[in-house]
Nanobody, 126 residues
Framework: QVQLVEFGGGLVQAGGSLRLSCAAS????????MGWFRQAPGKDREFVAG????????VYADSVRGRFTISRDKAKNTAYLQMNSLKADDTAVYYC???????????????????WGQGTRVTVSS
């Protein structure tokens, strides 16, 4: 089973940027999709962005489209989330997720993903 490790969280002022990384350990990732989700205190975990591993096709939540960019580096077995123009509402624990099965239905549903990282905290001060 693939293991996912996130890096890059921290404290940033509103309007600033952060880049999160998600490294998949073990063999080269051969699943279908990787995604980023977030969970703010007292709220449900929500979809942020997803990427189809083979083609690089991306999907974003409306709340982050135009500010966040998801990408992947196949050679490094790593997915990234570049977050720009951060807002206080972006404060959350961010989770990387992967689907190790080669087919998928949608990138936006938590139920599609069968591997999760431990989470990295992002705090945006206003």
């Amino acid at each position: 089973q693939v293991q996912l490790v996130e890096f890059g969280g921290g404290l940033v002022q509103a309007g600033g940027s952060l880049r999160l990384s998600c490294a998949a350990s073990g063999r080269p990732f051969s699943g279908s999709i990787m995604g980023w989700f977030r969970q703010a205190p007292g709220k449900d975990r929500e979809f942020v962005a997803g990427i189809r591993w083979s083609t690089g096709t991306t999907v974003y939540a409306d709340s982050v489209r135009g500010r966040f960019t998801i990408s992947r580096d196949k050679a490094k077995n790593t997915a990234y989330l570049q977050m720009n123009s951060l807002k206080a509402d972006d404060t959350a624990v961010y989770y990387c997720a992967a689907r190790t099965i080669i087919t998928y239905t949608t990138m936006t549903s938590l139920r599609e993903y069968n591997a999760w990282g431990q989470g990295t905290r992002v705090t945006v001060s206003s």
